[in-house]
């Protein structure tokens, strides 16, 4: 079965399509205790900035991750 987010806001500024993966499938992330640590110092580094920031990358498979040059130990595989 699969889940269908109608609002994917993790926090007031961020939500979880800027942390995605794309690929003609849909959108994967993984959901762990320490993402969702991360995404709230963000949140919080962003209030302290006070102007918005821009995700441009997040979390990348692995075949995703070689094919565009990234580091077989890349914080993007987590």
Partial sequence: MKMIMVDDRLT????LNEFAYHDKDGAFA???PDFFK????LEEFRN???????I???YRPVGFNKL????SNSAHLR
């Fill in 56 to 58: 441009t990358s997040g």
């Fill in 30 to 32: 993984f959901l762990t």
């Fill in 68 to 71: 565009v040059g990234g580091s």
């Fill in 48 to 54: 302290w900035y006070r102007r918005p920031m821009n």
């Fill in 38 to 41: 991360f995404v709230q110092m």
């Fill in 12 to 15: 007031e500024h961020f939500r």
